[in-house]
T-cell receptor, first 111, second 117 residues
């Protein structure tokens, strides 16, 4: 099945700086890649997603890039704010039947 | 509108007890998923329903785990004879579409934290 790796496992940035989280996947047929944000005591919430027919998608301070050849996709957060502190998960389809999630990145934005 | 709700939010069970975890998906959502999230890990797929049909249960770790969605809305995850390794957060998610991963956003509930002593 699909295998998803995510790096780094923890990331600390100063408020206002940018943060980048990278994920790799194994199944070249995967065609949809969501990113989730999980705050303490809550379920994951979708923040942005990308389909395989585009290389980049942006939504205000958040962007996702996809490199199908290298089988990796990245989350970019610019002008980070304290409320961006959370655990972020990437995911990829597992033979189109369900999602495989990465192990997560704990982002801390320091004021 | 109301999101996905789960109950109870916290459950403590003694080893060997049976537990039942409930999920109320968003009204009208066809698809429903259960995930297990161990501490410090990402969610791991357990099972998937399309309406009342359980189409994929490949992620259930043992035959002690059982899930149902008899009327195509509320779902229950049951764990029999709980063991310490069952301790985790159990997440439920629902989506409007019928294809699990084709561009259909999954909306997650807050989870049920199960602790087995």
């Amino acid at each position: 099945g699909e295998n998803v790796e995510q790096h780094p496992s923890t990331l600390s940035v100063q408020e206002g700086d940018s943060a980048v989280i990278k994920c790799t996947y194994s199944d070249s047929a995967s065609n949809y890649f969501p990113w989730y944000k999980q705050e303490l005591g809550k379920g994951p919430q979708l923040i942005i997603d990308i389909r395989s027919n585009v290389g980049e998608k942006k939504d205000q301070r958040i962007a996702v890039t996809l490199n199908k050849t290298a089988k990796h996709f990245s989350l970019h957060i610019t002008e980070t704010q304290p409320e961006d502190s959370a655990v972020y998960f990437c995911a990829a389809p597992n033979y189109g039947q369900n999602f495989v999630f990465g192990p997560g990145t704990r982002l801390s934005v320091l004021p | 509108g109301a999101g996905v709700s789960q109950s109870p939010r916290y459950k403590v069970a003694k080893r060997g007890q049976d537990v039942a975890l409930r999920c109320d998906p968003i009204s009208g959502h066809v698809s429903l998923f259960w995930y297990q999230q161990a501490l410090g890990q990402g969610p791991e797929f357990l099972t998937y329903f399309q309406n009342e049909a359980q189409l994929d249960k490949s992620g259930l770790p043992s035959d002690r785990f059982f899930a149902e969605r008899p009327e195509g809305s509320v779902s229950t995850l049951k764990i029999q004879r709980t063991q310490q390794e069952d301790s985790a957060v159990y997440l439920c998610a629902s989506s409007f579409g019928t294809s699990p991963s084709s561009y259909n956003e999954q909306f997650f509930g807050p989870g049920t934290r199960l602790t087995v002593l």
